[in-house]
């Protein structure tokens, strides 16, 4: 049984940070790329930040510079430090894991988690 299961959701003010965990079992973690992806109120789901098997990083735009991704392979578990939160990056938060390379195509994921809602309010 593959589970992804986020952790750290919750409500801050803009300004403030939040550290978002996703625990994996079931899977080679280590093999495998990690990412977070965003799915804002009337929005598609997009990927924010991921983080390959080697450690290599990407982010969206939107995110660049507030965003930090970081895995921790002896703990199954790959981290979204958020800092400076805006409203805009209100969202429910999926982790999810795929056997390549990073990619923005959602459909490329091979596992996904459950989800947990981020809130920045004003």
């Known amino acids: 049984q593959v589970q992804l299961v986020e952790s750290g959701g919750g409500l801050v003010q803009a300004g403030g940070s939040l550290r978002l965990s996703c625990a994996a079992s079931?899977?080679?973690?280590?093999?495998?790329?990690m990412g977070w992806h965003r799915q804002a109120p009337g929005k598609q789901r997009e990927l924010v930040a991921a983080?390959?098997?080697?450690?290599?990083?990407n982010f969206a735009d939107s995110v660049r510079g507030r965003f930090t991704i970081s895995r921790d392979n002896a703990k199954n578990t790959v981290y979204l430090q958020m800092t400076n939160l805006k409203p805009e990056d209100t969202g429910v938060y999926y982790c999810?894991?795929?056997?390549?390379?990073?990619?923005?195509?959602?459909?490329?994921?091979?596992?996904w988690g459950q989800g947990t809602q981020v809130t920045v309010s004003s």
């Open positions: 079931g899977i080679i973690f280590s093999t495998n790329t």
């Open positions: 999810a894991a795929r056997r390549g390379i990073i990619s923005t195509a959602q459909s490329l994921w091979d596992y």
């Open positions: 983080i390959s098997n080697r450690g290599s990083t």
